[in-house]
């Protein structure tokens, strides 16, 4: 047994939501932040290569204008000594050039094939053959015919600026991730107090005692919404578990009786056998056991069907004809005068459902009437409307709710039925039964003013038919 507890136990998470949230949250601001750094060093060594190359084709703008007047330029050193100038002429030798490369070949092998300014890089430099560089071919037209400008400077300082920018962010990067993961870990801790406290409480919460309700918490986010709605399913389910409480009670109650009548006849007949009259015994025992089995099928029923959900599959069901069939069971059962007068009525529903609903209805029209009983079926706005009147002693005004509750009876209706087992729950099954199908069933005092009773069903017509319905006058 320990075993199969263990294994049917919940695996413990080792990750909770502040330690999942905080890490993913963190790997996404650090994958944010490498991307944009990339981006960030880009842009900034592409921005210092093009100055640098802005500030080449000046300085060869320059040396190309003293070249055009036929005088030798004069080419000024500069205080970097990784940049140089070289002046080709039309045969591709240096005639003039800075000190620092003075005497040396062309620092590019031939010039470009095209007559335009060009800006190419340069790794193998006389300067430094580990370093790149910047090279600027200008064209210029000297004395002596078409020649060149080549202006060159090292991109020493471009990698410098960007090599510093890079580091600062490696350097950075850590302290803001941790910054980033402490705040998401305590911002989360904070949005999920209101949430343990909420556990809490629910696990302080027993199936015995369901009159506790969660703590609300003072925001109006999800967490409230949540609270809220766990409330409201426990009060549907103290409502639920009052209503079956009180429901067993009351069932027990209802065959404790008929089950202590049944031993008491069988042991008076078998410590009697000699004085038992037998044919009496068993119809006695029949009798209980008769409405035994009503209270049983009764209570199946109520069991098996809820108040918010249909009790079968819906499918076309004329109500006048059900309504017919109980007219004529009940002129069988004689004893009363019984008229009636319907309409074509067809509803949505089960057919069996609503026979039962009918008989209910009239069984209880019938055992309380003294003389007569009347059914009207009409439809009225897409509704039919069934009324059931008896001329009975009717239902005072402040029980007319109380007589649709399970096992509710009045005084005046405690004895015996005829045609029931008077369990008072033919009345709470017409009314499931009318609720499961979108309809209402109430009492009435009756609209003549006479004494007696009015029920008063009202079901919605099956849209197909709703405006198509044709009276259907019955013999009173």
Request: hydrophobic share 45%; aromatic share 4%; glycine share 6%.
């Amino acid at each position: 047994m320990v075993p199969a507890l263990v294994k049917n136990r919940a695996p413990r998470l080792r990750w909770g939501i502040r330690a999942r949230v905080a890490t993913l949250t963190t790997l996404v601001v650090a994958l944010t932040l490498v991307v944009s750094a990339i981006a960030l060093a880009a842009l900034v060594r592409q921005s210092l290569v093009a100055g640098l190359d802005d500030a080449l084709i000046s300085r060869a703008e320059s040396v190309a204008a003293q070249a055009r007047t036929g005088t030798s330029p004069d080419i000024p050193g500069t205080p970097r000594q990784d940049s140089l100038v070289q002046v080709l002429d039309a045969n591709g030798t240096v005639i003039a050039s800075t000190a620092n490369i003075k005497g040396d070949d062309p620092v590019m092998p031939s010039p470009p094939a095209v007559r335009r300014t060009t800006v190419s890089t340069l790794n193998d430099s006389p300067l430094d053959s580990t370093a790149s560089f910047r090279v600027v071919a200008y064209p210029v037209e000297l004395a002596s015919g078409p020649g060149w400008v080549y202006a060159v400077a090292s991109t020493t300082t471009v990698e410098a600026a960007t090599t510093s920018l890079v580091t600062l962010f490696w350097l950075g990067l850590p302290l803001i991730l941790v910054v980033v993961a402490i705040t998401v870990w305590y911002a989360v801790t904070s949005a999920l107090r209101p949430v343990e406290r909420i556990r809490r409480r629910a696990a302080a919460i027993e199936a015995s005692d369901l009159s506790q309700r969660l703590p609300m918490p003072p925001t109006h986010d999800e967490i409230a919404a949540l609270t809220s709605t766990m409330n409201e399913m426990l009060d549907r389910l103290e409502t639920a578990s009052d209503r079956q409480r009180q429901f067993i009670g009351d069932a027990s109650h209802e065959l404790r009786s008929p089950l202590a009548g049944l031993r008491a006849q069988v042991e008076v007949a078998l410590q009697h056998p000699e004085k038992t009259d037998l044919e009496h015994t068993l119809t006695t025992v029949r009798d209980e056991v008769g409405r035994m089995t009503t209270l049983t099928e009764d209570l199946l029923f109520l069991a098996q069907s809820t108040e918010s959900s249909p009790m079968t599959l819906p499918a076309p069901v004329d109500l006048d004809d059900l309504v017919l069939d109980e007219v004529r069971r009940l002129r069988n059962l004689g004893g009363r005068d019984v008229s009636a007068h319907t309409q074509a009525a067809r509803v949505e529903g089960s057919a069996r459902d609503l026979s039962r609903l009918l008989r209910n209805l009239a069984d209880n029209a019938y055992e309380h009437a003294h003389n007569a009983v009347a059914i009207d079926l009409n439809t009225v706005d897409g509704i039919a409307e069934l009324t059931l009147t008896d001329d009975g002693p009717g239902i005072p005004a402040e029980l007319r709710e109380t007589v649709f509750q399970r096992f509710a009876r009045l005084d005046t209706a405690r004895r015996r039925r005829t045609t029931g087992g008077g369990f008072g729950l033919g009345l709470a099954i017409a009314r499931q039964v009318a609720l499961a199908h979108g309809g209402t069933l109430t009492v009435h005092e009756r609209a003549d003013g006479r004494t007696g009773a009015q029920f008063l069903l009202r079901i919605p017509l099956s849209e197909h038919d709703a405006a198509d319905v044709q009276p259907h006058p019955v013999r009173p």
